[in-house]
Nanobody
Framework: QVHFVESGGGLVQPGGSLRLSCAASGSIFSIYSMDAMGWYRQAPGKQRELVARIKSGTSTNYADSVKGRFTIFRGNAKNTVYLQMNSLKPEDTAVYYC???????????WGQGTQVTVSS
């Protein structure tokens, strides 16, 4: 019902930067509006955690561990968001999943995930 196009993951050295992008589309958006978009991440052996999200206005939320280093912002195209990740640390290594929360929908919609590896 929601199609995601994600890009931007990869291998980077500690202290480096990456930018993730996520575009969501689908006929469901003719019925429901986007309430929020963002990313969760999941490292091996750990639970999935919220990294950053941006709501339908301009409100943003970040995990404490990424505040001051990551920035989420909208693209010019509808239902497109970016995550600028600076000063990356090895502990940021995880699969990053883009998600979309739609109004009146109980469950989030998820992208396929993109691997981010921070290593020297």
């Amino acid at each position: 019902q929601v199609h995601f196009v994600e890009s931007g993951g990869g291998l980077v050295q500690p202290g480096g930067s990456l930018r993730l992008s996520c575009a969501a589309s689908g006929s469901i958006f003719s019925i429901y509006s986007m309430d929020a978009m963002g990313w969760y991440r999941q490292a091996p052996g750990k639970q999935r955690e919220l990294v950053a999200r941006i709501k339908s206005g301009t409100s943003t939320n970040y995990a404490d561990s990424v505040k001051g280093r990551f920035t989420i912002f909208r693209g010019n195209a509808k239902n497109t968001v970016y995550l600028q990740m600076n000063s990356l640390k090895p502990e940021d290594t995880a699969v990053y999943y883009c998600y979309a929360a739609l109004t009146s929908q109980l469950d989030n919609y998820w992208g396929q995930g993109t691997q981010v590896t921070v290593s020297s």
